[in-house]
């Protein structure tokens, strides 16, 4: 029983990070019917900002190195509005093939980027956070992983709330649902798009800052994260930002219960049969009824 509960929680813990890639992931397909293949890479250039900015200077404490988190979201924010302006506007000109075509070019060149500059080299520095744990009645809650499982919880009500609540965002649903009436209606689709990256890149940011207290910094990092939450995103129903959340929460419990109780090297593969059964099953996803946009 202890095994399973404890394989519950890690799930729990890592499905928290897999839902902060894929609701940014998510945003930038619901709102411009773009997947974003450089999103892993962007995750990596997050925590490679928040390295260095931790190296530059990290306050003692036990929680100076989150100081990191707050800058390196902001530095991806403006990267993301500078991906959309220079990059994804003018590739919006001949359709969104070449959009996805351009995401992943620059997802290769990016890691390329990496390589050159810093190396292929694991990094990770030393802070209090890392190994910490919470431990009682034999179970054991990872101070990490448990930080960002919380931020998830507190990003997916904002997101709801933006979405729902907000001036922008009731135009964001707009232009996902038509923007050529959005258009017609006084809605700028061009605004809409670049914030709606802005918040997609600056959520990797975040996510990225709250990695690196526990997790190596490498040019390839961001892969497994980006594949994951793009098999979460397809899951909970593309285009439902909120939904993703729970698509995360379960690929990481999925993922720990299979490497608890078959094998480690399978926890990867079952990800992607639980995808296969609900493609086959329920293809609009498990937390979207009928056609859902944002």
Request: with cysteine.
């Amino acid at each position: 029983m202890i095994i399973f509960v404890q394989s519950i929680i890690n799930g729990i813990l890592i499905g928290g990070v897999y839902a902060l890639v894929a609701m940014g992931l998510n945003l930038m397909f619901g709102v411009m019917k773009l997947v974003n293949f450089a999103h892993g890479e962007f995750l990596m250039t997050g925590m490679y900002i928040a390295v260095s900015l931790t190296a530059l200077w990290m306050p003692s404490g036990y929680w100076g190195i989150y100081w990191v988190t707050v800058p390196t979201m902001l530095a991806m924010a403006v990267l993301g509005c500078v991906f959309y302006l220079i990059l994804l506007r003018r590739a919006a000109r001949f359709g969104a093939f070449p959009q996805m075509l351009l995401t992943f070019g620059l997802s290769i060149g990016l890691q390329g980027l990496a390589q050159v500059l810093r190396g292929s080299d694991f990094v990770l520095q030393r802070n209090p956070v890392n190994g910490s744990a919470l431990r009682f009645s034999g179970l054991t809650i990872e101070v990490g992983p448990g930080i960002g499982f919380l931020t998830a919880l507190i990003v997916a009500v904002a997101m709801g709330y933006v979405l729902h609540s907000t001036r922008w965002g009731k135009s964001a649903r707009a232009v996902a649902e038509n923007i050529e009436t959005a258009e017609m209606l006084g809605i700028d689709a061009r605004r809409v798009f670049v914030v709606a990256t802005a918040i997609s890149v600056g959520l990797v940011g975040l996510t990225a800052a709250l990695l690196i207290p526990y997790h190596y910094t490498y040019p390839n990092v961001g892969q497994t994260f980006a594949m994951v939450a793009f098999l979460s995103i397809v899951i909970a129903g593309l285009g439902n930002v909120v939904g993703s959340i729970f698509g995360g929460l379960l690929m990481g419990i999925v993922q720990t219960m299979t490497a608890s109780y078959l094998d480690l090297d399978l926890s990867t593969a079952f990800i992607y049969v639980v995808f296969l059964a609900v493609l086959l099953l329920r293809p609009q996803g498990l937390f979207t009824r009928g056609r859902r946009v944002l």
